[in-house]
């Protein structure tokens, strides 16, 4: 388990955790629905979950801000997580991102947690529930 991190990257993998979960029960209940729709399905597990750190957090303000981007650049640069942009996509090649080597968008609209990040963000739960 990563044992050096910070408070707030603690609070945001646990966060995208949730997401997560949140997110992938809504593709099975989509997938469920609406069987015949294609390109839809599993949209959690390609694109992560949705990132809007403005309704995550309550005193959200440009230092927030400035923490946040910077701990959540410090856990993709760890392997935990891979930032995503479903409007563009990867800068240098358009697509959906699969690993965090790959360029960085500008802005992210969603955040993957990478098989490593989920045990992480697991394991941090399971801590916090003792």
Same mark, same amino acid.
Request: aromatic share 4%.
């Given at each position: 388990? +990563?044992?050096k ?5 603690r609070?945001?993998?646990? /966060?995208?955790?949730? @997401?997560?979960?949140? %997110?992938e029960?809504c593709?099975v209940?989509?997938?469920a629905a609406?069987?015949e729709?294609?390109?839809m ?9 949705m ?6 957090? +309550?005193?959200y303000?440009r230092?927030?801000s400035?923490d946040i981007?910077? /701990?959540v650049?410090? @856990?993709?640069k760890? %392997? ?10 990867s800068p240098?090649?358009g697509k959906?991102?699969?690993s965090p ?12 947690l990478?098989t490593e ?5 697991d ?6 529930n003792i």
């Amino acid at each position: 388990m +990563q044992t050096k991190l910070s408070f707030l990257q603690r609070v945001i993998l646990q /966060a995208l955790l949730d @997401l997560h979960i949140e %997110g992938e029960a809504c593709d099975v209940a989509f997938k469920a629905a609406r069987p015949e729709v294609k390109g839809m399905h599993d949209r959690t597990k390609i694109w992560g979950a949705m990132w809007q750190p403005s309704k995550l957090f +309550q005193d959200y303000d440009r230092a927030v801000s400035a923490d946040i981007s910077r /701990a959540v650049a410090r @856990l993709e640069k760890r %392997g935990l997580v891979i930032r995503q942009s479903a409007n563009h996509g990867s800068p240098d090649s358009g697509k959906v991102r699969t690993s965090p080597d790959s360029m960085p968008p500008i802005r992210c609209t969603h955040i993957l947690l990478t098989t490593e990040g989920r045990a992480v963000a697991d394991a941090l739960k399971e801590t916090a529930n003792i």
